[in-house]
């Protein structure tokens, strides 16, 4: 059970969590030509060098989270490229009327919402400290750590003299 709680379902929700990134990267490749027309959409120059800094951070970053090699600095860098991404690349303010007609511009909305959850995402890894195992999270499932933990551990003492001010 200890590997089940300590080490699959971590590593499951990490890998779930970045598996679109090396695909992104992928389809950049095999895609070239419409990549290089996203990339130079925005006002920053150079689109070549930024689809191919982009291949590397999807490539790499995904990588080093799942198997935990500077894995908070890699999810850092992954939810600044995600973040990045979302404000120069899915621009929904820009499109009148987004939010009732279907069209480019709920698509931008939805995507630069959908960037932000994984910022989120991302950046729970990046201060999530100590891992709880799955055993724990079933026993409190309603809570959070650190709190769950010192929910269920038993006072040194039933007196609230102990209380720190």
């Known amino acids: 059970m200890d590997f089940l709680n300590l080490i ?93 007609r279907p069209g480019e511009g709920r698509s931008h909305f939805w995507d630069f919402l959908k960037n932000f959850g994984l910022v989120g995402g991302l950046l729970l890894l990046v201060i999530g400290g100590i891992p709880v195992s799955a055993s724990s999270v079933l026993n409190h499932p309603l809570s959070s750590a650190p709190y769950a933990g010192a929910a269920s551990m038993p006072s040194s003492s039933g007196s609230a003299s102990n209380a720190q001010p």
């Open 8 to 100: 699959a379902i971590p590593l499951i929700a990490r890998f779930c969590l970045v598996i679109m990134f090396p695909f992104s990267a992928f389809d950049k490749i095999v895609h070239w030509k419409e990549a290089m027309q996203q990339a130079t959409s925005s006002f920053l120059p150079g689109g070549a060098v930024l689809i191919v800094i982009a291949i590397v951070v999807e490539f790499v970053t995904p990588v080093c989270i799942v198997i935990g090699w500077h894995d908070r600095l890699a999810a850092f860098v992954l939810a600044g490229f995600c973040a990045v991404t979302a404000l120069l690349y899915h621009p929904f303010w820009k499109y009148p009327h987004f939010w009732s």
